[in-house]
């Protein structure tokens, strides 16, 4: 049995590895573009296996079993192609393109595992599979690219596609190795013998592309071989030997969110919101595949297609909500969107009957309802008028931390070091945003309003929580019609003359964004909600509001014509990670346990 304290530090490696791989894209394309991908295929795995060759002598040796030969040379077969793939694919695609072709490798891993009988292949699996095809068929289609050519778009996304089927011989074929003679020995002996294949691509411009790199080329080949490599492949053959394959291959999907962000940062790469669109389709497939097994048939599949419909039109509400107060008070749009939605929940309740409860369950749905969802409304409706829909979309993807938070504070549950960890990214994040803000001023951004928006994700943290239990006992129909109908109320302390004068000043557009926020946004949005806490854990619930900030961000750029900014990119790269720490931790430790145990 390993050391308790392995988990914490293959959970670490994993998550260091994810970090430095997030952003090699940016230097793999930057190399391939200043060498031509022929020459930097060979000029990077050169000064990988010289590297290696030297320091193996002292970390391992060079030999291994005769039996254990043709697994090596598999792995080291696997290592090429993912190295020639990768290379070859940047060479015509963006960083951040490449990036979300490469979060499809969770998938092919896991099909791999199940083909080879190491897994079990699952509906969910098959499912995720069909859902991350058809947002690469959309990727793939010419419309979701800057600066890309179709024929481009389709040969390097190919390439990387392949590169990552080759990624997936090396994680399964690699883990019994490296348990048998230890994570850098592996590493760099698939990197020598990855070499032989390379040398292939040799040419008269090879030399002369080595004495003519820049600094700027220099600085990324070494970021490829010292860090990206050598260091990483340690880190990950450590992180294999202590998770299950499907357990390593769930943090891959952090990689295309990193890598659009170093596009942005480092390559100063334009992103489309349509390829935006296109990596949340296939990063929903992903997280279908890994996560969708914990989901029971039947009720749990309406739970998902409820859930999945619920964060997806509250992406829309940051959108929805600046447009409206840009040009409307921000209490009318808080009166408009709350009572109206509160009447209907009512009229419902009143129309389904009202279940006997006793007075505990009232004091909940009352809480529930003033802080929780009232709190959350005023907030959220009046910080949107100091910064842009993108930026609320973002700063809403602390909704699933807070709602862990208080899921400890408030229901008892145990406080792991993954929500702190991950509490301490997305705070970060949250500090990343004001303080750049503050030093890289953005146009329409108020620091204010980001830390009214934060309150009120805190606000409907409260509202999961309080409402999860009662909604299994007493339905999530009624429930969420009795919250709303209580949240009505307060609404009326909102209005002034002025109100009636707002109203005769909208416009058409106006009334249908609003018809949409009541409707879709507040009245069924809250109900699905509801309908999916009644049927899987608020953990699995909160997964899916990474959605969220995705779908802001493209209705933003799209809709508002707003801008992706530094401070933006950083602080919600930090807040994204640190929502899939607290997340998606718990799960690593539980696999890990039962794959441990399974092993001893």
Known sequence: MRAPDSKATAFLALAFTILIWGIAPAFIRSFSLATGAADALVIRTSSVAICCAVLLPFLGGFHVARVDIPKLLLISLGMFGYFAGSIFGFAYVTTGVGGIVISTQPLLIA???????????????????????????????????????????????????????????YVLFSAPLVKKYGSFKIAALSNILALVPALVFISSSTWTSVTTLDLSAWGSLAYLTLIGTLLTLSTWNYATAHFPPSTV?????????????????????KVAASTLIAGGIILLGVALAQFGGRLRSGAGLAALAAVIFAVTVWGLVPVATRYLVLSIPPHTVMILRVFPAGIIGLLMAMYLGVRPMP????????????????????????GAQYIPASWTGMLFGLEPVFIALFAVVLAGDRLTASLVGGMFLALAGTATLMLGNVLVPAKDVGLLGI??????????????????????????????????????????????????????????????????????????????????????????????????????????????????????????????????????????????????????
């Open 451 to 600: 830390v009214l928006v934060t309150l009120g994700t805190m606000g409907w943290g409260i509202y999961t929580v309080l409402v999860r239990p009662i909604s299994r006992e007493y339905g999530a129909i009624q429930i969420a019609s009795l919250t709303l109908g209580i949240s009505a109320f307060p609404m009326l302390l909102f209005l002034t003359p002025e109100f009636t004068q707002s109203l005769s000043a909208m416009t058409s557009g106006h009334w249908i964004t609003m018809a949409f926020v009541v409707v879709f946004c507040t009245f069924l949005g809250t109900v699905a909600w509801n309908f999916a806490l009644g049927h899987m854990e608020s953990s699995l619930a909160g997964m899916f509001l990474y959605v969220q900030p995705l779908v802001a961000a493209v209705g933003g750029i799209v809709l508002l014509r707003e801008q992706l900014s530094l401070p933006l990119v950083a602080g919600g790269l930090l807040i994204i990670s640190g929502v899939a720490v607290s997340q998606f931790g718990p799960v690593f430790w539980t696999r890990t346990t039962e794959f441990n145990e399974s092993e001893a």
């Open 359 to 382: 007075w505990t369950a009232w004091a909940r749905i009352t809480a529930a309802a003033i802080i929780g969802n009232v709190g959350y409304q005023v907030l959220s409706i009046v």
């Open 249 to 269: 291959g769930a943090s891959l999907y952090l990689i295309p969110i990193i890598a659009v962000a170093a596009g942005v940062v480092l390559m100063g790469e």
């Open 111 to 169: 099909l791999l595992a199940g083909f080879l009988g190491l897994e079990r292949v699952k509906l969910a699996t098959l499912a995720g599979l069909a859902v991350s095809f058809a947002g690469t068929i959309y990727l793939f289609s010419g419309s979701a690219t800057v600066g890309v050519s179709q024929l481009d778009l389709i040969t390097g996304g190919t390439m990387i596609f392949v590169s990552g089927c080759f990624w997936a011989i």
